[in-house]
């Protein structure tokens, strides 16, 4: 499970389970630190937020004190909104790659998505209806809206109703959905060929609004907000779930990638830059490109950003963690609290007790802190010994 920042005053888990009938089954500690992709959510979403605040004229509320006014706030953050999503989607793949469990099944990968994205949905949904959607809302509408898959009709009165924003949330639905076996896929390509397939995705995301306005008949529908943007074409080229699994597909793999040491990570200026530059250009592209396809590479940097910053690790063992070859020998004793610098040059997955213990520096204590007095110090020669089931997780 994914641990983001494991902070100094913080605490981890480190759980174990029994002894593999296997000996040379090895056992996986993952340190996963993604500070640096959970500061920047607050900037993805606070643009979202500043895009969401523009059509509040358009709907009636005067926040602003003239027309003009409202055009000008309008034009300077039209695609704000399309970049913070872009962004979102391409770090969902990275997060759910990066958390992944190696003994993780489809439904309960599936059940835990439901859990935590599903009822406070529902309850979003039934409070917009309440407040204000209930009286201008086809019942039709309302129900696809409900069960998330408003994302499927090319229309915007479907897609944007009761929550206007809701509509993300059926396309993230789309991309829970088809994670194990996009996972599965990604995880068979080789680590030499990853940045291969990082282009690819990212070059089949820049052709989608190309082949939407070739292959998609643009109809007499014109965007309200864009009136040369026909919307069966933007529909096609944002919103439908199927192109934006690339999005997703593309955060997976620069997770794999970043994983593997194959990443060539620019640094956070440069993808800032870049980034503020793709935002420039957009001004000069039409809007179903400067939407997606202007703003995805900046995207896909930064969420390749390296986040293994070094910094103080503590762990809390839940179980007596025992050696693999035999299981008879503890080497870890419950409730001992592991603490210990993390070096960012390490890798993501460290294998083993002993290159967790001995190559990041950990110092094992008794539960109320003191010297731990039983535990069996592995050593670099022992690796992979006493490696199976320690895993640290939230």
Not at 76 to 85: K, M, S, Y
């Amino acid at each position: 499970m994914s641990t983001d920042r494991m902070p100094a005053t913080g605490h981890e888990t480190v759980g174990s389970v029994p002894p593999p009938a296997d000996p040379a089954a090895p056992g996986r500690a993952q340190v996963n630190r993604l500070n640096t992709l959970t500061g920047l959510r607050f900037p993805a979403a606070f643009v979202v937020f500043l895009y969401h605040a523009s059509l509040l004229a358009f709907l009636g509320v005067p926040w602003l004190s003239s027309t003009s006014a409202v055009t000008t706030y309008y034009d300077a953050v039209a695609h704000a909104g399309a970049l913070g999503v872009t962004f979102f989607f391409v770090l969902s793949g990275f997060v759910l790659t990066w958390s992944a469990r190696d003994t993780d099944t489809a439904p309960r990968f599936w059940r835990r998505r439901f859990v935590k994205i599903v009822p406070n949905y529902v309850l979003v949904w039934g409070l917009a209806m309440l407040v204000f959607a209930a009286p201008v809302t086809d019942m039709t509408i309302g129900v696809l809206n409900l069960l998330l898959v408003q994302v499927w009709y090319p229309d915007f009165a479907v897609n944007f109703g009761v929550n206007p924003a809701g509509w993300s949330l059926g396309v993230e639905a789309v991309f829970y959905l088809s994670f194990p076996v996009l996972f599965h896929w990604i995880k068979k390509i080789p680590a030499h060929r990853l940045n291969f397939w990082v282009a690819a995705a990212a070059a089949g995301i820049v052709a989608t609004p190309l082949l939407s306005e070739l292959l998609v008949p643009a109809g007499t529908a014109m965007m309200a907000t864009e009136p040369d943007t026909s919307v069966n074409q933007y529909f096609f080229a944002y919103i439908l779930p199927l192109p934006r699994v690339l999005d997703f597909a593309l955060g997976i793999l620069v997770a794999r990638s970043v994983m593997a040491g194959r990443w060539r990570n620019i640094g956070m200026v440069w993808s800032g830059v870049l980034l503020a530059a793709s935002y420039v250009v957009g001004y000069f592209t039409p809007p179903i490109y400067s939407t997606r396809a202007v703003c995805v590479i900046p995207a896909a940097l930064l969420t390749g950003i390296r986040s293994d910053l070094p910094g103080q690790v503590t762990a809390q063992v839940t179980d007596d963690v025992y050696d693999s070859p035999t299981g008879k020998f503890r080497l870890i004793p419950q409730g001992a609290r592991l603490v210990g610098q993390y070096d960012a040059q390490a890798h993501r997955e460290l294998r083993g007790v002993a290159s967790t213990l001995t190559g990041s520096g950990w110092q094992p204590s008794g539960p109320d802190g003191s010297p731990a007095t039983n535990p069996t110090s592995p050593t670099r020669e022992s690796e992979p010994a006493g490696s199976a089931g320690v895993g640290l997780q939230r």
